[in-house]
């Protein structure tokens, strides 16, 4: 089954980081300009040994996670976990991003996790709208992997307007690439800025 937003989901890289460098903290780096995270891995927010060797891709969402949730909840050599942060029920950052067959390895370092029911007949659209997108349907949980908290909050508001029947699976896909597109341009969009429906994730938190 095709996956309609993995074009996009492939191609997003520094565009995305860039863009989370100017919500989080100020403007953005410019092309050739790495922001300097390393003063939160220095003073016990994490410790620096653990994240030395991970990847730039890796380091570098790891601070920016770092910089706007504080520090995680939970650690170890290969991934940072925060519960109940922002509207998420659980963010996790990876060392190291999944090999996928046929697709080689991909770039999806950021894990966020919805509270969110989706029903039986909806689980085919979503799949259809994108494969990384999770349903675990014990626990109530919608989850998506990708490189960027802005693409994960586009691509979760997007398969909520799926399961509500707002839109099809090829509409959603279309959307996002404008979406993408624009802001890239410069523009920005209440679809990337935050969720557009209602969880409690935010009650998880003590």
Same mark, same amino acid.
């Given at each position: 089954?095709?996956?309609?937003?993995?074009?996009?989901?492939?191609?997003?890289?520094?565009?995305?980081?860039?863009?989370?460098?100017?919500?989080?903290?100020?403007?953005?780096?410019?092309?050739?300009?790495?922001?300097?995270?390393?003063?939160?891995?220095?003073?016990?927010?994490?410790?620096?040994?653990?994240?030395?060797?991970?990847?730039?891709?890796?380091?570098?969402?790891?601070?920016?996670?770092?910089?706007?949730?504080?520090?995680?909840?939970?650690?170890?050599?290969?991934?940072?976990?925060?519960?109940?942060?922002?509207?998420?029920?659980?963010?996790? !950052?990876?060392?190291?991003?999944?090999?996928?067959?046929?697709?080689?390895?991909?770039? /999806?370092?950021?894990?966020?996790? !919805?509270?969110?029911?989706?029903?039986? /007949?909806?689980?085919?659209?979503?799949?259809?709208?994108?494969?990384?997108?999770?349903?675990?349907?014990?626990?109530?949980?919608?989850?998506?992997?990708?490189?960027?908290?802005?693409?994960?909050?586009?691509?979760?508001?997007?398969?909520?307007?799926?399961? !509500?029947?707002?839109?099809?699976?090829?509409?959603?896909?279309?959307?996002?690439?404008?979406?993408?597109?624009?802001?890239?341009?410069?523009?920005?969009?209440?679809?990337?800025?935050?969720?557009?429906?209602?969880?409690?994730?935010?009650?998880?938190?003590?």
């Amino acid at each position: 089954m095709r996956d309609c937003a993995a074009r996009t989901l492939r191609r997003r890289g520094a565009a995305a980081l860039l863009a989370l460098c100017a919500a989080v903290g100020g403007a953005a780096a410019r092309p050739n300009e790495r922001r300097d995270f390393s003063p939160f891995f220095e003073t016990g927010q994490v410790p620096e040994g653990i994240l030395r060797s991970w990847p730039e891709l890796s380091r570098e969402v790891a601070g920016l996670m770092i910089s706007e949730y504080g520090r995680p909840d939970d650690y170890s050599a290969r991934s940072l976990i925060w519960f109940g942060n922002g509207p998420w029920k659980r963010t996790v !950052v990876y060392r190291d991003p999944p090999v996928r067959r046929f697709l080689g390895r991909d770039e /999806e370092v950021l894990e966020q996790v !919805v509270t969110y029911a989706v029903p039986d /007949e909806r689980l085919k659209p979503l799949k259809r709208f994108s494969e990384r997108l999770r349903v675990n349907q014990a626990a109530g949980e919608l989850s998506i992997r990708s490189d960027s908290q802005t693409l994960n909050y586009l691509t979760l508001n997007l398969a909520h307007e799926i399961v !509500v029947g707002k839109r099809s699976p090829d509409d959603a896909a279309d959307f996002l690439d404008r979406v993408v597109r624009l802001e890239k341009a410069g523009k920005t969009s209440p679809y990337i800025s935050g969720l557009r429906f209602s969880t409690s994730a935010g009650e998880l938190k003590n």
